[in-house]
Nanobody, 129 residues
């Protein structure tokens, strides 16, 4: 189901930074873990990060090894939004980025797109000189 909304993608140069956002119409995301997937052209959709609900006080995050140190998740409950900041952008970051949720509180040990209940439309990130 397409329910979430991503924003912030665009054409950026390698080494620069970009911040993506994920929000929702109608209901709060504050109780849900939010996942970010990316899908490069011709490739399968890949889970890259997850942030748990922080309704209990603080959120836990997970990042696939290949993006650790460059991808940073945060969330703002007042704005009902989740943010993914990508630093030191690399050509391999070029992909459509999707946010999604399985409507569970915590991040799953295995980040399967088939487990997600709600998706955004995607936002395109293109890293090129």
């Amino acid at each position: 189901q397409v329910s979430l909304v991503e924003a912030g993608g665009g054409l950026v140069q390698p080494g620069h930074s970009l911040s993506l956002s994920c929000s929702n119409y109608g209901f709060s995301l504050n109780y849900y873990a939010i996942y970010w997937f990316r899908q490069a052209s011709g490739q399968e959709r890949e889970a890259v990060s997850c942030i748990s609900s922080n309704a209990g006080g603080s959120a836990n995050t997970w990042y696939v090894d290949s993006v650790k140190g460059r991808y940073t998740l945060s969330r703002n409950n007042t704005k009902n939004s989740i943010y993914l900041r990508i630093d030191n952008l690399k050509p391999e970051d070029t992909a459509t980025f999707y946010c999604a949720t399985d409507t569970m509180t915590n991040c799953r040990p295995m980040m399967r797109d088939t487990a997600m209940n709600y998706w955004g439309q995607g936002t395109q990130v293109t890293v090129s000189s």
